[in-house]
């Protein structure tokens, strides 16, 4: 070879080596500006939701504060001060946090806010952070999926711990992936497994089913490999034994082995509920399709590649446990009125399953982006994808707002105005305490924000939610809502003040029972008892629109 040629070759060479790292700086700032977009998404989501979801609160969250607000100043998760302990709360985690709040002086509902919108920015931090190397460009678009669906954050704004649940469900999805993957000969189990695990099964009733899935991986992982058979029967043991302590608690301190929300709702279902459940599901699926939708585009744009010897299946095999597990569950309880709440509320565990899915594809290389994503109109294609996908999920949040509307009118019958801000004593709750007094007892079929509010007096829950005698009584059996009032146990009471959720038509005579919107047979006997009682009269000028009856004498 010529000296000119040695040249020639050379200069090629460093031509080529210096293109090959422009073409990686150029890559790496791509995936930079990609990393950069799903932060500001992840900035962005908050802020748009909680412009939708703001102003508005879940009835049912504040059942839970009484309960908290009790723990804090008497030592004892009770419903009313001076009767036996019951357990009308769905999270014992959540209930015992909210108290710290009051401890602090913090609104629960305040309180809770704060803690899932954290909950869901963290996931959403860490879904940035899994998506790594060349996949960095779906980061935005895992973000959207993660945090993007109105369903979480309606019940963020909403103050239950719903979205607390689907994040802790995810975050152990991604520790336990990261576990069984290590290579780690030591075969140690992180203590933030077992944290979250803990967690899980304090925050709601699937909790134990979740901790289930975990420890069958767990040990399925460890027959082929026998470092990880010790912490696999640690883990289920730890799991077993939370569980029994927690049962072994209910049945010392309330009685039974279930909640009595449980006994309220669920046993003895009929075939009308299961019909109910799967109602349910199919109009939550029908919620789902922008997230569902999104997941399956991102799987076609992205070509998935199933290879052996991958933990791709096993992941498939986990998700698959978790949403069986899931729709078995929601059917089964889908006959309560959770419609009352918006679709979908049930299915976040499955929700947090797609995340992981589409995410651990991702890390065991299987999602390969389109092969133009470094082109300018692919990278344009690929910024502008997760921004549509979120627009496409918001207008789902419309149909979560007069949801929430006509659940607040129905429970409440009074004007969303003044009881917009949750912050403040509603005008119900004043009027209770100026006329009657702030220890006066009520009985209302709407167990909230109400009772929460006026936490000097009795309430007794008419549904049965917070009243172990209707709950467990088989007089008023759960098959047969239509019966749960009560009215004869709730009269022998002497409650001060009755509420009854049907319009004041209803019990003057100018409106049938049936065109004031009652359809439950234990509300017109109720009306009939009262309106026979010399004990009891109609209150005219009260600032709700339903039925309201005081006891003679009881006004201050």
């Not at 917009?420 to 167990?447: C, K, M, T």
């Amino acid at each position: 070879m010529s000296v000119s040629q040695r040249q020639e070759s050379t200069s090629y060479g460093v031509q080529g080596d210096s293109e090959a790292k422009t073409s990686e700086l150029s890559a790496a700032s791509l995936l930079s500006r990609h990393r950069l977009l799903a932060r500001a998404l992840l900035a962005l989501i908050p802020l748009v939701y909680f412009v939708y979801f703001g102003h508005l609160w879940l009835d049912d969250a504040f059942i839970t504060y009484r309960y908290s607000s009790n723990l804090a100043t008497t030592g004892q998760p009770l419903w009313n001060i001076d009767e036996a302990p019951v357990e009308g709360f769905t999270s014992s985690a959540w209930m015992v946090w909210n108290s710290v709040a009051v401890l602090l002086n913090v609104h629960p509902l305040l309180w809770s806010r704060l803690t899932s919108t954290l909950a869901l920015v963290l996931l959403g931090a860490e879904v940035i952070r899994r998506c790594n190397g060349a996949a960095a460009v779906l980061a935005p678009v895992v973000v959207v999926l993660a945090i993007g669906s109105p369903l979480a954050w309606y019940y963020a704004f909403g103050g239950m711990e719903t979205a607390v649940f689907f994040v802790t469900i995810a975050l152990i999805a991604f520790y336990m992936y990261d576990y069984l993957r290590a290579d780690d000969p030591s075969g140690r189990m992180p203590t933030r497994l077992y944290l979250l695990i803990a967690l899980v099964i304090l925050l709601r009733p699937e909790g134990l089913a979740v901790a289930g899935v975990a420890s069958a991986i767990a040990i399925i992982a460890s027959v082929k490999q026998t470092v990880l058979r010790r912490p696999a029967i640690a883990l289920t043991t730890f799991s077993v034994t939370l569980i029994a302590v927690q049962t072994a608690w209910r049945i010392l301190y309330f009685g039974y082995p279930l909640p009595n929300t449980y006994y309220a709702k669920h046993s003895g279902r009929s075939l009308s509920q299961f019909v109910d459940g799967l109602s349910y599901t199919v109009n939550s699926l029908l919620v789902l399709v922008p997230s569902i939708a999104l997941a399956l585009l991102v799987l076609a744009v992205c070509q998935p590649r199933l290879r052996r010897g991958t933990g791709v299946h096993g992941l498939a095999a986990a998700v698959a446990a978790i949403v069986t597990i899931n729709v078995v569950y929601v059917v089964y309880v889908g006959g309560d009125e959770t419609v009352a709440f918006g679709f979908g509320r049930l299915y976040l565990p499955s929700l947090a399953a797609l995340v992981v899915l589409v995410l651990g594809l991702q890390k065991e290389g299987t999602l390969i982006p389109a092969p133009d994503h470094r082109s300018v109109i692919g990278s344009f294609a690929w910024a502008a994808f997760p921004f549509a996908a979120f627009l496409a999920m918001i207008p789902v949040a419309f149909l979560f707002v007069p949801s929430l509307d006509r659940t607040l009118s129905t429970q409440v019958q009074t004007s969303l105005t003044s009881m917009s801000n949750p912050f403040q004593p509603g005008e119900l709750s004043q009027w209770i305490d100026e006329r009657y007094g702030h220890d006066a007892s009520i009985a209302v079929p709407w167990a909230g924000r109400v009772p929460f509010e006026h936490s000097g007096g009795n309430v007794i829950d008419t549904l049965g939610l917070n009243n172990e005698h209707i709950a467990h009584n088989p007089e008023y059996p759960p098959t047969a809502p239509q019966d749960s009032m009560a009215p004869s146990y709730v009269l022998s009471l002497e409650p001060d003040l009755v509420f009854i959720q049907v319009q004041r038509g209803a019990a003057d005579g100018s409106m049938s029972f049936e065109d004031a919107g009652g359809w439950k047979q234990g509300d017109r006997l109720m009306i009939d008892l009262l309106n026979d009682s010399n004990a009891y009269a109609l209150v005219e000028d009260a600032p709700v629109s339903t039925v309201v009856f005081e006891r003679v004498g009881a006004r201050l």
